[in-house]
């Protein structure tokens, strides 16, 4: 599986090519920081004044972007824990030196496991299926109607999130119910095509 880059994306991490490679190697750093503990503007200001004493002259909105394409090119490859050779071919289109590439492999590699540990702690805990029970109710009259016929089913679902369980009611019609079950079988159908197993195996 290859990443997709945007054309925005592409043309941040162009500014890789115009810093040696211990810079790179700070914006991975700086990169795999922000994740742990979130964006610092004055950390882009620190290295906008390095690069002028480097003769860069690179504004601290360039740095930026740079650092946040980084960001991006290994939170994505972290996230579907893509290969080596995907990854190089990822880059490639960047147009970059062998040299560039073979850096940017190993930042990857060397931080593609604490950066999936970093994303599931800051992945939201959503509730959990503990039980279900369920009512029919069917109304076979009212005083507008004498005769009618007008079924309703009750769910009531138990739910479990960080050790506290919760209880949602539902109440729908038979049709839509049928309905909602045809939809999930389909979703289950599609969940055994070799697409969707490629894809289940690149997530985890």
Known sequence: MLLVLSEERKEHLGFLTQVDSAVVGEFGRIAVEFLRKGTNPKIYEGAASKSKRRKLNVSSDVIQHGVEGLTYLLTEGSKLMISEIDFQDSVLVLGFSEELNKLLLQLYLDNRKEIRSILGE??????????????????????????????????????????????????????????????????????????????VRNIK
């Open 122 to 199: 800051l992945a939201p805990k959503l509730p959990s299926y503990h039980s279900l029970e369920w009512r029919l109710d069917v109304q076979l009259a009212s005083r507008s109607l004498r005769q009618q016929i007008k079924p309703a089913v009750t769910i009531k679902l138990h739910l479990d999130q960080n050790g506290d369980q919760t209880t949602k009611i539902l109440q729908t019609d038979p049709a839509t119910l049928l309905h909602l079950i045809q939809q999930l079988e389909q979703a289950l159908g599609e969940m055994k095509t070799n697409h969707c197993r490629r894809i």
